[in-house]
């Protein structure tokens, strides 16, 4: 591998003087990246196929085709499942595989993953704590408070190990973490987080998850289990239902007396009418939030700006199993206005361009000229969309993430990306398809009707109907009020008008589908359902193999049983009743 420049994160200047030699040489280092992966892979029995051997950067971007994850998955079945040897990718030696949620895209994906890639992802992990240490003052005066769960090991029948990207990076540095963070029993676990985190209270300053929707889910955990915490704090014992040797050894370490003063002060707070700012209340040193606010993420930024009490949201990295990309430069931005300079020497980086008001999924995946538009990291242009492309050293070429960027501006000479959309498809019916950021829009629009009110969104969901003719599109809202009351009876005339901004804010094909005589699409409809309810979807999900650090609500509902779920606890249904203008 080629040598990684070495330094002690926790020296910022020398973390910062690294960022920027390698931001100013963007264009030169990916060179030297292509030119180390081709060196070290081109006698892979997958690259020998396009290239026979030979490790030219050109006859790589000539001959080596775009693929996407379906492309690769016989070879990377043939390692996982008949245990053959890690050289049909990569001549690095594979010592196990990362697993994608599955919840966004609609499969899990395994990737390979390499020792060498582990010292990459630590050194990536050091200019990000750089950056942090530049940009969030204070946050080495106390203790971060990351809520982190995982799952039990899986094997490959050809032996390897299957794992999220968190559970890789926790179980190969146990040493790094609290024993119950170990704990394989979801309620166990985030319980005795929360736990020791209230009895540390004050020593607190940063909260966080993986993913801004973890960070939602634990706070309705703990919604539902402030009281008996309390009273674990108060008498100094542990609830005889956390029963995992890991969690009870950890926590006796930090429970060890009666505390009857810090549970009146938990319960005073938490007895309050409503739970606005209650991170800020119950940790009151808390200085950032951190969780991935991006791409889908981005629906539950009105949501952690309410449970938040107006700390800054800090949305630190783009990331995913395939690969480290990009470190967000300023952290203390508007989770809105998020973007991720990407680091040059992770892996190397493609660029497939796509007109900005043009729908991703109508590109041919297997157009055979694909290559013909391709631009590399230092050629892209601020203002124009992209599709991913990513290189890795552990065995993907030309890989497409299914990721679409936008280039907000450039950091020296690298680019900076905010990243917009998977290129999945979350609604279709005939010939419409509707994605999930312009679902996402539509639905932020028709919710300034209830906002007014003191609801916000906590969570949605939708799926195509097609049990009647004409099918229909169907939403399913979890709605929250700023006070804790339960949810009164909506209004049906403001229900209808939200269906109706919905439908209004999709696109042309959308209205001209609903405008036809015979419409081909019917009106679209909201489903309410009772609070908790996106909870139990994701407890669903879980049960199935999903970890609980990367979920992601699946916008588009595939799953029977997940539809069975949220119709068993529906409380209104509301249809638009105006078809869309089209001249709008």
Known sequence: MRMLPTFDPRDTEAGLRILEDITSNAGHIQEQVLEEILTKNASTDYLKGFLDGHSDKGLFKNKVPVVDYEDIKIYIDRIALDGEPSRILTNESITELLKSSGTSG????????????????????????????????????????????????????????????????????????????????????????????????????????????????????????????????????????ITDPNCKRAVSLILNKQMPELADSIDIVCHEKSWEGIIKKIWPRTKYVLAIITGSMAQYIPALEFYTGGLPVVSPVYGSSEAFFGINMKPLCSPYDVSYTFIPNMAYYEFLPIDNHQDPNCTNRKDAHL??????????????????????????????????LLVTGFHNSTPQFKFIQRTNVVLSIH??????????????????????????????????????????????????????????????????????????????????????????????????????????????????????????????????????????RVVGKFYSREVPNQDS
């Open 106 to 241: 609609g499969k899990q994906k395994w990737i390979p993953k390499t020792a060498e890639e582990g010292e990459r992802r630590a050194y990536f992990s050091c200019l990000l704590a750089t950056v942090q240490n530049r940009y969030l003052q204070g946050l080495n005066d106390g203790k971060v408070l990351l809520f982190v769960l995982i799952n039990p090991d899986i094997h490959t029948p050809g032996g390897l190990v299957l794992r999220t990207t968190s559970e890789s990076e926790i179980k190969n540095r146990k040493d790094r973490y609290p024993q119950f963070i170990l704990c394989e029993d979801t309620d166990q676990s985030l319980y005795s987080q929360l736990l020791c985190g209230l009895v540390q209270r004050d020593a607190i300053a940063s909260v966080g998850t993986y993913f801004a929707s973890g960070l939602l889910r634990v706070i309705k955990f703990f919604e539902e289990h402030w009281q008996e915490m309390s009273s674990n704090i108060r008498t100094g014992q542990m609830s005889d239902w």
């Open 371 to 404: 290559k013909d538009h391709i631009v590399d990291l230092a050629n892209v242009k601020i203002g124009q969309h992209y599709e991913l492309l990513v290189t890795t050293f552990t065995g993907l070429y030309r890989y497409r993430m299914g990721d679409i």
């Open 431 to 568: 010939t419409d398809k509707t994605t999930e950021q312009d679902l996402q829009k539509a639905v932020a629009i028709a919710m300034q009707i209830l906002e007014p009110l003191g609801f916000f969104l906590l969570d949605y969901s939708s799926y195509a109907d097609t049990s009647s003719i004409p099918g229909h599109y169907v939403l399913f809202w979890e709605l929250q009020l700023r006070s804790n009351d339960d949810i009164p009876e909506l209004d049906q005339v403001k229900m209808e008008k939200c269906c109706s901004l919905v439908e209004q804010s999709l696109d042309q094909k959308y209205k001209m589908l609903r405008n036809q005589s015979i419409s081909t699409i019917g009106p679209l409809e909201i489903r309410v359902v009772k609070q908790g309810t996106f909870n139990v979807l994701m407890d669903f999900y879980v049960s199935q193999g999903t970890s609980l650090n990367q979920y992601k609500t699946p916008k588009n509902i595939k799953s029977e049983k997940a539809i069975e779920i949220l119709d068993s």
